[in-house]
């Protein structure tokens, strides 16, 4: 009878979280936007309450794969399976509850066959069933690396590490908007305590690997009432059998287990006294501790032109941290920070070759004084001298464009970088801009003279958000997210989604309780976002050479979504024909003569490229980004010409364009709608994708003085702003 009636309970429960998925399904493909997101996290929280559903959530989701790989044949079919295996990865990593070895087959078995999958579903299946396997050998593996790495708890044996910077653009957030955003995510850092940590793993582990002789309760007690340093003994010992447990897979099993039953008894015979002898349950809580958020305000603009300045005497990538990002080094100190704890041979050669290279260049002091663009302080001086950039370094940087090309071997050792720092961007298309700058400046210096790129793994991602209402934004302000999810769906139904959220929390509503859910929201999704989304989105970037009429001063920008270029004087008139009411009026406007040239190459579907020259009485133009993601094809440029009067605009496709203007007229250009990156006084604009300092041609002729690498069919030589999303794409 009591069967029956545990068999009801489980039924009902599975029931319930079968129509949870099911509405988790649907509202991917609602139009709704503000409820999007909820779905998934109320789901999260009603495992996390109830923690013996995780089994019965698991269950409910292998099923859902089952359905699925019935219709594999239907292509709508393919991106259904993406949040399924992200909730899957999800509920593992934070269950507490003992997972049969007849479900984790199950889940094997699916995910075996969506490898059939094309790209990039494929890929995301292969991924989770890597996670799961290695989590059926070692129970316990993906929670302690995990909180290791996120935490940064001190181990020998295991010694990734990861910081998170949220960077918030100020021309989007106001005063009242920041605050609140700050107390959402600056709240993970509460009650953080390295010790707990420390205890939490050990509990977590020894729990998960011994299931029913886990004496959860004695295990928990003892370790409060242990000194310190014992606890991290004993921590160091756990880390170390899931590590030797994972290298030796699933031969490896049996020794893992004896190793944590040896653990949990010299734990339980350390300290007895005082302590309950009745084990009364697990007391472990699964759910991974929020990691360490850092949110800045994007708002060094003083400190970007001093250092902008220097720059011709400082060659080294820590400068161009500093130049970048906010509150110094940002990347640079948190690279250098746990030297002490690193085990690459040659960190400490880090300090003493930037050195070398600031009295290398320290000499070099000459100014240029010729007539140049405004915003002059961020053109770039150039010398008449080559010097030679250091072939390994480049080398490390084509390894990052080979390893994310489908279908290709790994021909480099696994990467031995030990820390990895997640940088979130907060805004619309202009703080994109921003980080395609910095993301550039970068590459550039690494590519020269490589300190960063061997130490840390930099991941990107974006969080759209704008500065007024959702149903009057500017879709030009915002059409780099809606890129994002349109090519992945679940970003668009977490992230996108996010821009309600925050919105909200501009006019934060007086009611306690719904702030702190709101609250609660933002920051769940901010970390199911940061654990889940690592397949990045390659977003091409564009070179942009700014001159004005001395052509020996030249500005070199870069842009990711879009540049505008117009004649001032001739702002007024298209204002007046853009009004319905003066386009009734027989207004006319003479120009004498062309006012612009352009020279373009222009791309057609046939493939065939012609080159084109041409003089259109236009008065501005806009160049847009087309990436490839979207496009079915390759990345190109639209380019419209505005003239006078709106009806007689053109468009027109390519990837390289010229624009110079004529009777001593000048242009005002401004990249990724960003005012702050305007520039006047132009007479030439020269438009071409931006190519990777770390996979030119010259490159891999330096790394084989006899002839080029084999590997040149692996490289997209043309440099892309890699933001991660939950599908990616392949391109």
């Known amino acids: 009878m009591v069967d029956l009636a545990a068999d009801v309970c489980l039924s009902a429960v599975q029931s319930s979280l079968s129509d949870d998925v099911q509405t988790l399904l649907k509202e991917m493909n609602s139009r709704c936007t503000s409820q999007k997101g909820w779905s998934r996290w109320n789901l999260e929280k009603k495992v996390e309450v109830d923690p013996s559903s995780s089994v019965s959530l698991i269950r409910v989701l292998v099923k859902e794969l089952e359905k699925k790989l019935k219709k594999i044949h239907k292509t709508h079919q393919h991106?259904?399976?993406?949040?399924?295996?992200?909730?899957?990865?999800?509920?593992?990593?934070?269950?507490?509850?003992?997972?049969p070895t007849n479900l984790y087959q199950r889940v094997c078995e699916c995910?075996?066959?969506?490898?059939?999958?094309?790209?990039?579903?494929?890929?995301?299946?292969?991924?989770?069933?890597?996670?799961?396997?290695?989590?059926?050998?070692?129970?316990?593996?993906?929670?302690?690396?995990?909180?290791?790495?996120?935490?940064?708890?001190?181990?020998?044996?295991?010694?990734?590490?990861?910081?998170v910077f949220v960077l918030a653009d100020p021309a989007v957030?106001?005063?009242?908007?920041?605050a609140q955003v700050r107390a959402s995510l600056e709240a993970s850092s509460m009650f953080r305590d390295t010790v707990t940590m420390e205890r939490n793993v050990l509990v977590h582990v020894l729990h998960k690997g011994l299931g029913t002789d886990c004496q959860s309760s004695r295990l928990t007690q003892t370790l409060e009432v242990l000194e310190d340093k014992i606890v991290k003994t004993y921590f160091e010992e756990v880390v170390e059998a899931v590590e030797q447990s994972i290298r030796h897979g699933a031969g490896g099993s049996t020794a893992y287990v004896h190793k944590l039953q040896h653990i949990q008894r010299d734990v339980l015979t350390a300290d007895t006294d005082d302590l309950n002898k009745t084990d009364c349950g697990s007391v472990c809580s699964g759910t991974v501790s929020y990691p360490e958020i850092k949110f800045i305000m994007w708002t060094n603009e003083v400190d970007l032109c001093k250092y902008e300045r220097r720059r011709r005497h400082l060659n080294t990538c820590q400068c161009c941290i500093k130049c970048i990002f906010p509150e110094g080094n940002l990347l640079a100190n948190f690279t250098l920070r746990s030297r002490s704890n690193s085990t690459d041979k040659d960190e400490d050669d880090m300090g003493n070759s930037e050195d070398g290279e600031v009295r290398r260049h320290r000499g070099d002091s000459s100014t240029d004084d010729t007539k140049r663009p405004r915003n002059s302080s961020l053109a770039i001086s150039r010398r008449n001298a080559y010097r030679k950039g250091n072939s390994a370094g480049r080398l490390n940087l084509m390894t990052e464009n080979i390893d994310a090309c489908p279908g290709s071997s790994p021909v480099f050792m696994e990467d031995c970088r030990r820390r990895t720092a997640r940088v979130v961007v907060m805004g619309d298309n202009r703080v994109l801009?921003?980080?395609?700058?910095?993301?550039?400046?970068?590459?550039?210096?690494?590519?020269?003279?490589?300190?960063?790129?061997?130490?840390?793994?930099?991941?990107?991602?974006?969080?759209?958000?704008?500065?007024?209402?959702?149903?009057?934004?500017?879709?030009?302000?915002?059409?780099?997210?809606?890129?994002?999810?349109?090519?992945?769906?679940?970003?668009?139904?977490?992230?996108?989604?996010?821009?309600?959220?925050?919105?909200?929390?501009?006019?934060?509503?007086?009611?306690?309780?719904?702030?702190?859910?709101?609250?609660?929201?933002?920051?769940?999704?901010?970390?199911?976002?940061?654990?889940?989304?690592?397949?990045?989105?390659?977003?091409?970037?564009?070179?942009?050479?700014?001159?004005?009429?001395?052509?020996?001063s030249v500005v070199e920008e870069v842009f990711v979504s879009q540049l505008e270029a117009d004649i001032p004087e001739f702002r007024h008139?298209?204002?007046?024909?853009?009004?319905?009411?003066?386009?009734?009026?027989?207004?006319?406007?003479?120009?004498?003569g062309g006012v612009i040239t352009v020279k373009y190459t222009e791309t057609s579907l046939s493939?065939?490229?012609?080159?084109?020259?041409?003089?259109p009485m236009s008065c501005g133009v806009v160049v847009t980004s087309e990436p490839a993601a979207t496009t079915a094809g390759e990345d190109y440029l639209t380019v419209r010409f505005d003239r006078m009067n709106p009806g007689?605009?053109?468009?027109?496709?390519?990837?390289?364009?010229?624009?110079?203007?004529?009777?001593?007229?000048?242009?005002?250009?401004?990249?990724?709608?960003?005012?702050?990156r305007t520039y006047t006084d132009v007479q030439k604009v020269e438009i071409s994708p931006c190519l990777d300092p770390g996979c030119s041609i010259r490159?891999?002729?330096?790394?084989?003085?006899?002839?080029?690498?084999?590997?040149?069919?692996?490289?997209?030589?043309?440099?892309?702003?890699?933001?991660?999303?939950f599908t990616g794409v392949t391109l």
Not at 173 to 178: G, I, P, V
Not at 699 to 715: A, H, N, Q, V
Request: aromatic share 6%; with cysteine; net charge positive.
């Open 607 to 615: 493939k065939r490229k012609v080159v084109r020259g041409e003089a």
């Open 79 to 99: 991106m259904h399976v993406i949040p399924i295996l992200h909730t899957l990865y999800y509920v593992v990593i934070q269950s507490v509850t003992i997972i």
């Open 173 to 178: 957030f106001s005063a009242q908007l920041e």
């Open 111 to 163: 995910l075996l066959k969506l490898l059939i999958l094309p790209l990039p579903y494929s890929a995301v299946a292969l991924s989770t069933l890597r996670s799961i396997r290695m989590e059926m050998t070692t129970p316990g593996s993906l929670y302690t690396r995990r909180v290791i790495a996120e935490q940064n708890l001190r181990s020998k044996h295991f010694t990734m590490q990861e910081k």
């Open 648 to 676: 007689g605009n053109t468009k027109i496709k390519t990837q390289n364009i010229s624009i110079r203007t004529m009777e001593h007229r000048s242009l005002s250009v401004c990249l990724d709608k960003d005012s702050r």
């Open 433 to 552: 801009g921003r980080l395609t700058k910095a993301y550039h400046s970068i590459r550039a210096r690494e590519s020269k003279h490589l300190t960063l790129t061997k130490r840390l793994n930099l991941q990107l991602y974006y969080i759209p958000v704008t500065d007024v209402e959702p149903p009057l934004s500017s879709p030009d302000r915002l059409s780099l997210s809606s890129l994002l999810g349109r090519t992945d769906p679940w970003y668009n139904s977490n992230i996108n989604s996010l821009r309600a959220a925050i919105a909200m929390q501009n006019g934060q509503c007086s009611n306690h309780s719904e702030s702190a859910e709101q609250n609660h929201f933002l920051l769940d999704t901010l970390c199911y976002y940061l654990r889940c989304g690592t397949k990045p989105v390659n977003l091409p970037l564009y070179s942009v050479k700014v001159s004005s009429c001395d052509v020996t």
């Open 699 to 725: 490159s891999m002729f330096t790394i084989s003085s006899e002839r080029p690498l084999p590997l040149s069919k692996y490289l997209n030589k043309v440099l892309s702003l890699p933001i991660n999303t």
């Open 573 to 592: 008139l298209r204002e007046r024909f853009s009004k319905p009411s003066t386009r009734r009026k027989n207004l006319t406007v003479v120009v004498y």
